[in-house]
């Protein structure tokens, strides 16, 4: 009746959208809040940097879990205490059906945000790997400078010294050469 309303008659009553919106914040915001603590937790006993695999398999297996126990104790109170169905009602054909449904999106849900998580994990440990690199450079390069400068710049001004009096022009050169490395 929804879809002939909306597009036959063209318009959906406000009673169906309130009913929609009720059963979609009932059903969102506890498994919202339930698979966010959930990966919080499991971000701390697993770290992806550390055990990528394990909070992965974990995550994706402890979502399934979590996310199905929770359908099955909220619609026990929806169906059962508010409505008043027998316990048994339950498991009839069309509300497996929407579990079984509960469990594939809860599956590919699950599967792609894990799988965004690992790939922006990926992504960090890299960036700081490169990070790193450039200032291992940094530091090696400045290293070298602080080592090398006074020894160096000694021996060429004795090299430099000598040259002055025994060739100019081998000095003058000499003197370009130094100073092209020091540039």
Known sequence: ?????VFIVKQLPWDIIRQQILYNLYYGVPLSLVNGWLFD???????????????AITGVLGA???TMALLIMLNIILWVFIFGNPLDSLWLRENRTFFLIALV??????ITLHAVAFLKEIQNQRSISTQLRQ??????????????????????????SGLIDEDTEKALRFLAGLSAIYR
Do not use: C, G, Y
């Open 105 to 110: 999106i809860t599956s590919l849900v699950s």
């Open 41 to 55: 937790f499991l971000s701390k006993l697993f770290p992806w940097n550390e055990r990528p695999w394990t909070r």
């Open 135 to 160: 200032e291992k450079t940094a530091s090696e390069l400045s290293a070298l400078r602080t080592q090398v400068d006074p020894h160096f710049l000694f021996n060429s001004f004795n090299v430099l």
């Open 1 to 5: 009746t929804i879809l002939i309303n």
């Open 64 to 66: 399934i879990f979590m």
